[in-house]
């Protein structure tokens, strides 16, 4: 179902999300429209409104937009005007600025990446799409190891990750809000790989259920990474 979502423009591509049901809602559809994915890849693979993943350099790649759909269906309550999100493994920066067309203006979405380089080109690619994102705040991107999260805009309503960790980080579930969520594919390279909600209560209790399963490529180092 995923390849048939392709279009020849971003608009069609989300278009066709919808008609798979796959975006259900109208805020994460229009964050999608207004996010056009053609400016966040680097335009040597795929098509940009091909629904699948496609490489943006240093063994990084953006993942596919039904994939992109479900993580902002899944957190589409925690991303309401005025809450802020934390996006661990930006790469291109594209899923942050939909994040952050979702919280508004009053809102903030922090992209998190370990490649200084493709912070560098997420800062490019947002300004190209709509600078004011980045000179009124709503979007900030820093170059740190995102397994560890970014305290400095603690705590989040919402946390998505992009590559795939061998467990849930302790760090991350201590930034996420009460009540809060994030969406975290999870398990080793080669491997089952599934895509988890983890909710925190009111009372900080936590609940972790596996949605479906998945294929990431994995969340590690910087060294690692490059090295792969």
């Known amino acids: 179902m995923a390849w048939r979502c392709s279009g020849q423009t971003n608009t069609e591509l989300v278009n066709n999300l919808c008609d798979a049901g796959i975006i259900g809602n109208d ?13 966040y890849v680097n ?16 063994n990084a790649t953006i993942s596919a937009p039904h994939m ?24 291109s920066g594209y899923l942050t600025a939909a994040m952050a067309r979702m919280v508004g203006a009053e809102g903030k979405a922090v992209g998190v990446e370990h490649i200084e380089e493709l ?29 560890k999260g970014f305290p400095e805009h603690a705590p989040y ?18 930034q996420l809000a009460a009540p809060g969520r994030m969406v ?10 599934g895509f988890y909600q983890v909710d925190k209560r009111e009372d900080g209790s936590v609940e972790k259920k596996e949605l479906f399963g998945v294929m990431y490529v994995p969340l590690t180092d910087r060294h690692h990474q490059i090295g792969r």
């Open 27 to 39: 805020r994460v559809a229009d964050a999608m429209r207004q996010t056009d994915r053609g400016r």
């Open 157 to 174: 309503n919402c946390i998505h990750v992009g590559a795939a960790a061998e467990y849930i980080p302790d760090e991350l579930i201590a």
């Open 68 to 91: 992109h759909a479900h993580a902002l269906e899944q957190l589409k309550d925690f991303l309401l005007p005025g809450m802020h999100a934390l996006d661990v493994g930006s790469g």
């Open 119 to 147: 912070v560098k080109r997420s800062l490019e690619n947002v300004k190209s799409d709509d600078p004011r994102l980045l000179t009124e705040g709503r979007v900030v991107f820093a170059a740190v190891d995102g397994r």
């Open 43 to 58: 335009g040597r693979g795929l098509s940009a409104y091909t629904d699948a993943p496609d490489s943006i350099g240093y």
């Open 184 to 193: 975290i594919p999870v398990g080793r390279e080669h491997d089952h790989q």
